[in-house]
């Protein structure tokens, strides 16, 4: 590593589940420096309400970044009141246009208990296919948990929880220190 090169900022799962008429959105708490966990009881899912519009959101990534990301999401929601769709494209339209926001650092789960979205840098919007989206070091391992426990009689929120235990099984940078949000139409 260079001399001035600080170690990246890892981990993190968050997953977005959609059943039943709600939607559930779940982050660990373990924030790592290099190998070494500096926080285990980060928030990292957060309900947002801009002009009364109740939009829940998870990120992965820098956290500067990621408040950055949020402020930016709801300046567009107060917007486009009840457009989480709208504001979304527009948010990742500015991430991947404007020179400052480029330089961010984070992904973000957002669902509005309807729709269900990952924003990227990259000008994603991106609508998961099977009612499930993951991001962050171990959203892979949360992902495929999630969808082979879909079909099941378990509801969101048993799902999420289940994919996140095993998430944080299987991913050093992930724990068990869940915040959980609900959120239906």
Not at 2 to 27: D, L, M, Q
Not at 55 to 80: C, I, M, N, P
Not at 153 to 177: F, H, L, Q, S
Request: aromatic share 6%; proline share 2%; with cysteine.
């Amino acid at each position: 590593m260079a001399e001035n090169e600080f170690p990246g900022w890892h981990g993190t799962t968050i997953i977005g589940v959609r059943k039943g008429g709600k939607v559930v959105v779940a982050g660990d708490g373990q924030v790592s420096l290099g190998q070494t966990v500096i926080k285990g009881t980060a928030r990292k899912v957060r309900r947002l309400s801009p002009g009364g519009f109740d939009v829940v959101a998870g990120f992965a990534g820098s956290t500067a970044d990621a408040f950055t990301l949020l402020e930016r999401l709801e300046v567009k929601l107060e917007a486009t009141p009840g457009q989480l769709a709208r504001a979304s494209v527009e948010l990742a339209k500015d991430w991947r246009t404007d020179k400052y926001l480029q330089k961010l650092e984070a992904m973000l789960i957002v669902t509005d208990g309807t729709d269900l979205f990952v924003i990227t840098g990259a000008g994603d919007v991106l609508e998961p296919e099977h009612d499930v989206a993951a991001i962050g070091s171990g959203g892979n391992f949360a992902l495929a948990a999630a969808r082979g426990l879909m079909d099941s009689e378990e509801d969101a929120e048993v799902i999420a929880r289940k994919a996140m235990a095993i998430a944080a099984d299987i991913c050093v940078y992930t724990n068990g220190k869940l915040t959980v949000e609900e959120i239906s139409k």
